[in-house]
Structures are given as structure tokens and as C-alpha cells.
């Protein structure tokens, strides 16, 4: 479980007392560039001047980053993450800097760009939708949302034939899940049923999770969280990008 500073409604000097005593207890700091008495920037200056190197200091504000970017920069802040704090940008914010790893892959993925591409994302939870929203938007592609699996299927039926080039479908949801979702398209009477990629996904990750989704027709299948690598990889693959 990774740790993150926050001190609610209380400024530079607490932050700083803090941090002098017990620095290892945070992995990332968050600071607003508006404060009373003290403004982020030189908050940061401050942080910088106790933390080591390695401890990301991002800084949250309402206005334009262009607005402080230059001095933000100078004392070194990390990132930034804008306001109003949205669950998705403020834990791609977040994520960036915990795990550079992955968000190395994520940058390697927005090499691949698929240039308005429409994709049918079949997801119930609102925090998951976002994110995947959020990220794959980066990469040039256009996301419409079905709260359930049957919104998908009409969703789906709706639209004009290649209006979708492919369909993330979560497993389980309420109403109608994935698979059932995914066994209707394919039976449709449209020449695109057969052939639009659909890819399952899903927190179960064992092997007869794979083999049920394949079985419901499903062309790939991939786990939460989203590796949003793999995905984009599985995206160019059966979408022939």
C-alpha cells in the first residue's frame, strides 16, 4: 500500500514539522499552489530543502498550469494535477509518479495513436469507466459508455454498420452481463457482429475465466486493473492498426 501526505485544512509550517520528523511515512506529496499565508510554490521550495530527491512533490490548483509552470518548475515540483480533483485525473496523477514503470509503458503505448477510433466501452462502475476513459483517449481513441451489458447490445444495434471498431466488455454487470451481452451482438443479423473485436474484462483471472469468455465469443481477455499497455497492444492487434 503506497502513502500519500495529506494534511487537511493546514498550511506550510504544519507540512514542514511534519515531514522534519517523518519523512519515510510518505511515497508522494501533494500540495495546493493557492494557501493562506504561505503560497505552494514557496511551500515546495521548503519541502524540496528537507525531502530527498526521489519523494514527487505535485502541485493542485484550479488555474492554468501555464499561469505557474516557470516557477513551479524552479523549485521542482514534479507534476501537476488541475482542479477540480476528478477521481480519474487525480489517480493517473497520482499513479505517474508511484509507478514509473507502468507509466513508462503508458508512454511507450501513446506511440501507438489510432486517430479517432470509436470504442463501445461496456462498463457499470463509474470510477472504472473513467479511467479507462481517461487513458485511452490519450492514445487517440474515442470512448461512448453502456452502463450495462444490454445498453451495450443496443447501443450496438443502434449504430451504423463499422460505426464501432471494437467493444471493451466487462463480465460482470448488472441487467445483462459480458458474456450474455457478447453471445446477443453475435448473433445479430449486421455483417459486423461477427467481426468486431470484443474484449473481455475482468478481475477474475484464471484460466476457465479465459476459456468462458472465448466461449461467449469474446476475442481477447484481458484482467483489472487495466495494464493500459497491454491493452492498447491488443487494441492495434485486432483492430489491425
Known sequence: RQRQMCIRDRGC????????????????????????DIDGI??????KTLTNKLTPVVLISAYDWSDCEAKAKDVGVD??????????????GIHQHLFHDEHKKSSESNTVHFYGERIL???????????AITLLSEVG????????????????????????????????MPVMNGYEATKTIRKLDRTDA????IIAMTADAFAEDVVN??????????SKPLDIHALVQLLK?????
Open 141 to 172: 481513441l474515442e470512448l461512448e459508455l453502456a452502463e450495462n451489458g444490454k445498453i451495450c447490445v443496443e447501443k450496438f444495434q443502434n449504430s451504423p454498420e463499422n460505426y464501432y471498431k471494437a467493444i471493451l466488455m466487462d463480465v460482470r
Open 213 to 222: 469468455a472465448k466461449q461467449a465469443g469474446m476475442n481477447a481477455h484481458i
Open 237 to 241: 492487434k485486432y483492430m489491425n492498426i
Open 79 to 92: 507534476g501537476f494535477i488541475p482542479k477540480p480533483l476528478f477521481k480519474s485525473t487525480l489517480f493517473y
Open 194 to 197: 461477427a467481426s468486431i473485436p
Open 42 to 47: 514557496e511551500t515546495v521550495r521548503r519541502i
Open 121 to 131: 466501452l461496456a462498463e457499470d462502475n463509474a470510477l472504472n469507466s473513467e479511467i
Open 13 to 36: 509550517n504544519d507540512a514542514l514539522e511534519i515531514l522534519q520528523h517523518d519523512l519515510e511515512r510518505f511515497d508522494i506529496i501533494l500540495v495546493d499552489w493557492r494557501m493562506p
